[in-house]
């Protein structure tokens, strides 16, 4: 089993849409796939068409700590993708992970759910916190989706810093280029450029796309909305990068 995250300490950037596209290209491709909205918002859970108050007595006790993260699982609509959907009680994860100081705690939890996934996804809230902690060591590799903008690229290497602040080391971060104009110069500029602080990000970028938008409105990926728009080929792009990077 391997464990990706999709991080970022800003918000806005194109985690969720990234978490839900590439989740469903995995289980897709044949993968056992979990994709575990860990935002409070339930970005992620309202793509997948769930309504989060389901399990919410379920999460509010895994906050609490008594109930096993697998008994949060629910189906979606797409075979071989599983959800674990979000609850306003995962805002309290921090302070519960920062009271019982288990550094391993996000680790234990997905470790029992290894004899039924090859891959589980997070779908993170933008923050450097406890939590972030616990995603950024838990991962196997972590993606990042960045605007193209300068003051992005302070965000990157601000993460850069924060995991070798806390000695994971950042070679299991991967920087890739998201909500790309262009028709914008910076965003040419940044594209185009092989030096700086991006210089080792992934080939696959996603382009600003009606299609992403469109997720909201339809609650499914971009895949199911036009399979062979410039975002849906985007996302089989990234996947196949993610897919070799993580070699599942
Ligand atoms: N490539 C894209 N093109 C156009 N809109 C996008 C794109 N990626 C994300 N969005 C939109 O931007 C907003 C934030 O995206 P989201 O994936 O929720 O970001 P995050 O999870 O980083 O907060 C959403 O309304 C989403 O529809
Ligand atoms: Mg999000």
Redesign the pocket.
Known sequence: MRVIAFH?LK???????AAVNIAYLAAESGVPTLLWDLDAQG?ASWYLGEAPDIVGEKAARLVKGKTPVGQMIQPTAYDRLDLIPAHPSFRNLDLRLEKDGDKHALRDWLKPLSEDYGLIVLDCP?SLSRLAEQILETADQVFV?IIPSWLSLNSWEQLVEFANEKKMGHKKMHPFL??VDRRKKVHQEILATKKGPLKGRMHAF????SD??K??ENRCPVDRIRARGP?AIAYRLLWNEVRKVTRI
């Open positions: 970022n918000g806005g950037v194109g985690k969720t849409a970005a933008p989706p998201s909500m996603i382009p600003y796309a992403v938008e997720m909201g975002a």
